[in-house]
């Protein structure tokens, strides 16, 4: 059975609680990557560095623009590797409002969702990367010199990593909705023209401007789209056909 409602106060205790305990694991995550923060920085650089011209090179324009981003990746790292916590938090918030059968998904769920941001994140790093930054490098000639900042490429590369990881969890997503009822397999199948549309308009936003990268996000999604149907289907929430 559903656990019995509290009171508003009790949520936002709970709810506090919870984000208390996220951001001493994003605090602890921070702390440990800024040791790490320039070797970390230098391995997200490596595929734009790979496809630079001859003459090309990071560079930075501010005093504080090194600093800053040394202290952006060790937070975005920190987050990173606190994110099976949060995702963990993130259910024990919402488990209460579930039945108790539901409620021993919370461990599985975190494991698996960091599993499919990882899994992501990676697709867009060794794929997607090389790809985007050619197709950006191949603008540079003898009179255009590349200079990347690496403010710039910072903002540029994470944006991409998180938009990968976060697509790349639309199965869990489509678990969880067809757990409560709110859709199943049938619906998903009749929608394959809308979700094609959407799956082109998200891909041309969140991808660079180029057709060989924007497919490399629609095919992926494409697929994971049509892995939720199965997992609809084979795990949904089954009707009550008494």
Known sequence: MVDQKLPITSHLEELRKRLIICFIAIGIGFFGSYIFSKKIFNLLMIPLI???PSGGSFIFTGLTEA???????SLLAGIFIASP????QLWSFISPGLYKKEKRYA??????STIFFVGGALFGYFVVFPFGF???????????LALPSIKEYLSFSTRLLFAFGIVFELPLFVLFLS?????????LSSQRKYALVVVFIVSAILTPPDVTTQLLMVVPLLL????SIWVAKAFGK?????
């Open 50 to 52: 790979e496809v630079l």
């Open 67 to 73: 600093f800053f981003t040394y202290l952006k990746v």
């Open 85 to 88: 916590v949060i995702l963990y």
């Open 107 to 112: 461990l599985p769920f975190a494991v698996f």
């Open 134 to 144: 050619r197709f950006f490098m191949s603008f540079a000639s003898e009179t255009i």
């Open 179 to 187: 757990k409560i009822g709110v859709v199943d397999a049938k619906m």
């Open 224 to 227: 994971l789209y049509e892995l």
């Open 238 to 242: 089954k009707k009550d056909l008494s």
